[in-house]
């Protein structure tokens, strides 16, 4: 138990990362809120662990995000203020977008400055996420009527570092159509002479930013900010996974279990030609990812009398915008796929079935949905914001 890993909301990419954590590290012990009403676990939640979290002489190292207040819990228990404290950044509140500017809650970005003054290192899983964090910290304090503390950015970003969000692809080759094969076999053909196909090893099993890189942050000592291992870790991934997921096997077996046929299970070849374009929209069903915009676009096409099919997909929590009821009712046998997917071979069969993702996020972090659905096979149609074009390598065009 020399690890204590707290996870104030346990759920999506919170949840997901910790789990990997867990995984890895032989001696980590977790503690974890519910993945409900994240303001509250932002404003509680340290008092909560404070009496919750036994003492324990064997624990080095807290790893925490940075929902929980860091600051009042280890004023609250003064054994855990001398670890080593790693706070990482899924999201900050200094830029998250809110419905309104008034609505946006001074103390949940300053909670998060707090937390990283008292931290010994700070994980960011992006450099946008880091640099739009910390140049916003001088604006962030100048909404202090009076005695601003100053310096603040100076002081924190010697301990902050990016490392990607780890995410552990399954082998996803039996659930690819064949003409999705086809496709990414030429794709690869494209970058040589053609003879890469047969060289190139396809274990399926590659992470992204592997856990292993933020596994070696908590020996790490504090530092400048570290960009060059992210860019790294994009340039190689991008390469290989592209190459592992174009060299699938022929003969991929079908996914365990029978299911009632679905009209997207066809290949896309030949009279298939003019089956639906199947679209998916896989995050989490909140304001901040847009579904307005999405869902107007559809309507659109329905009004165009275009035929299409559609999975929306994603996690729900306690408030779900009335758009999505009301979308599915008007989309009617358009739909597809309709919620979230708890079973993950469920989820990626989905994805490498379906031809276009689509985010109209009005900002994104990391994305880590749209880099699953890049992994499977699709096109991604989505606003290039600053974050896709850092993880993607973007070029322009």
């Not at 790893?63 to 600051?71: H, M, P």
């Not at 990414?184 to 494209?190: E, G, I, W």
């Not at 995050?283 to 307005?292: A, C, L, S």
């Amino acid at each position: 138990m020399s690890v204590l890993i707290i996870e104030a909301f346990y759920g999506g990419s919170h949840k997901q990362l910790v789990d990997l954590l867990q995984e890895d590290l032989e001696n980590c012990v977790l503690y974890t809120l519910p993945a409900k009403k994240w303001h509250w676990r932002a404003r509680t939640s340290a008092l909560y662990f404070s009496q919750n979290i036994p003492m324990s002489e064997h624990y080095r190292i807290l790893f925490a995000s940075s929902v929980l207040n860091l600051t009042e819990l280890v004023a609250l228990r003064s054994d855990l203020g001398k670890l080593k404290k790693i706070l990482y950044f899924h999201e900050n509140q200094l830029v998250y977008p809110v419905k309104k500017c008034k609505e946006r809650d001074f103390q949940y970005g300053y909670n998060q400055i707090l937390s990283c003054l008292v931290a010994d290192v700070v994980v960011f899983n992006s450099v946008f996420n880091m640099e739009s964090f910390l140049t916003n910290i001088g604006k962030f304090m100048k909404l202090i009527p009076d005695h601003r503390p100053k310096d603040l950015e100076s002081i924190i970003r010697p301990k902050c570092q990016v490392i990607y969000f780890p995410l552990r692809f399954p082998d996803v080759s039996r659930f690819m159509p064949k003409h999705k094969t086809r496709h990414l076999q030429k794709m690869l053909n494209l970058q040589g002479d053609g003879s890469a196909a047969s060289t190139v090893s396809l274990p399926f099993q590659r992470e992204q930013g592997s856990s292993e890189n933020l596994l070696k942050s908590f020996d790490a000592e504090p530092g400048p900010c570290d960009v060059a291992q992210e860019e790294n870790l994009g340039s190689s991934f991008m390469q290989e996974s592209y190459l592992k997921t174009c060299n699938l096997s022929k003969n991929s077996s079908s996914p365990h279990g029978e299911k009632e046929p679905n009209p997207h299970d066809s290949p896309r070849g030949g009279d298939a030609q003019l089956r639906p374009l199947h679209i998916v929209w896989p995050h989490r069903w909140e304001h901040d990812k847009d579904p307005e915009s999405f869902f107007k676009v559809l309507m659109h096409l329905k009004d165009l009398r275009l035929n299409f099919h559609v999975s929306v997909l994603g996690e729900t929590f306690t408030d779900v915008p009335d758009i999505f009821s009301e979308s599915k009712k008007a989309l009617g046998s358009s739909v597809l796929h309709w919620g979230y997917l708890p079973s993950r071979d469920d989820y990626f069969h989905v994805l490498c079935m379906a031809d276009v993702v689509v985010s109209t996020a009005k900002h994104e972090f990391f994305g880590v949905a749209i880099k699953k659905n890049w992994i499977s096979g699709q096109e991604n149609k989505m606003f290039i914001k600053v974050v896709f074009m850092r993880v993607f390598q973007y070029k322009g065009g």
